[in-house]
């Protein structure tokens, strides 16, 4: 089943994070964007299931809590997806809580509702 990883967290101010700080989350976002590559699970952009079929993700303070529903602060904006191919939940759980975006903000994980695969949508 295909999965979307929807990153929510603060926009951060104009010049409120350092360059190093930029450069090692990219390095960071570069390490796991190669690992869902090397797993044969990172695919293409989709079109979601209503949010009555999200769970959301956290691991603030070294603690994963997961929740169903979509429940990102108001003040955290979607900043990033990633669009997997997993078995199931737990599997989408799993690479969310791995994702350095989960240190600083909210995985979303909604499944989705229909793909445009070799020139038709298909369930």
């Not at 797993?39 to 079109?47: E, K, R």
Request: hydrophobic share 45%.
């Amino acid at each position: 089943m295909r999965y979307a990883l929807l990153m929510h967290y603060r926009e951060p101010a104009a010049g409120e994070l350092s360059e190093e700080a930029v450069a090692e989350a990219q390095q960071a976002f570069g390490a796991y964007a190669h690992a869902l590559q090397k797993a044969g699970v990172l695919l293409s952009a989709d079109v979601l299931r209503p949010t009555d079929g999200t769970t959301s993700v956290t691991r603030r303070d070294g603690t994963l809590q997961v929740q169903d529903g979509p429940f990102a602060e108001t003040k955290e904006a979607l900043a990033g997806v990633f669009l997997l191919e997993l078995p199931d939940l737990d599997a989408a759980i799993a690479w969310a809580e791995k994702c350095p975006g989960s240190q600083w903000g909210t995985m979303e994980i909604r499944p989705v509702a229909t793909s445009f695969l070799d020139g038709a949508w298909a369930r």
